[in-house]
């Protein structure tokens, strides 16, 4: 058997370095996408370049637990105040998510992407999957 030393970097980011990073998803390009508690949504690119997001780009508020990106690189962001909030690349703004009527009031907790592009939602409502023709494709 051979061990293999993984090779762990902090970023130089003030804003990250200072966050408590809950959540990543990784995007196709490289980058990752963080969610934090406190301090909104982060993008890292793969040079290591740190944006945020806050409340000033659509979020609704600084606490996100749940991060995912498809394979298409939709980005979905899932806040401690409920809903699902996707991320519009054009406008570099989040706007919430249509829900069933029945997600919106639960008490959603985890957020995932499969590599179909599905979108998985779990909470205190039980689990919750968005077909690819729900997204429109």
Do not use: C, K
């Amino acid at each position: 058997y051979a061990v293999s030393p993984i090779r762990l970097d902090l970023i130089e980011d003030r804003g990250l370095a200072e966050s408590n990073i809950f959540a990543t998803a990784m995007a196709n390009d490289g980058g990752v996408w963080a969610g934090s508690l406190g301090s909104g949504m982060f993008r890292i690119t793969a040079g290591d370049h740190v944006e945020r997001f806050n409340e000033s780009d659509g979020l609704p508020g600084p606490n996100i637990w749940g991060v995912g990106v498809t394979p298409e690189q939709a980005v979905f962001a899932l806040p401690l105040r409920g809903g699902v909030w996707q991320f519009d690349p054009d406008t570099r703004r989040f706007a919430r998510l249509e829900l069933p009527d029945g997600l919106n009031q639960a008490r959603l907790r985890s957020l995932s992407v499969d590599a179909e592009g599905r979108l998985w939602l779990a909470g205190s409502e039980g689990a919750w999957q968005r077909t690819r023709s729900a997204q429109g494709e």
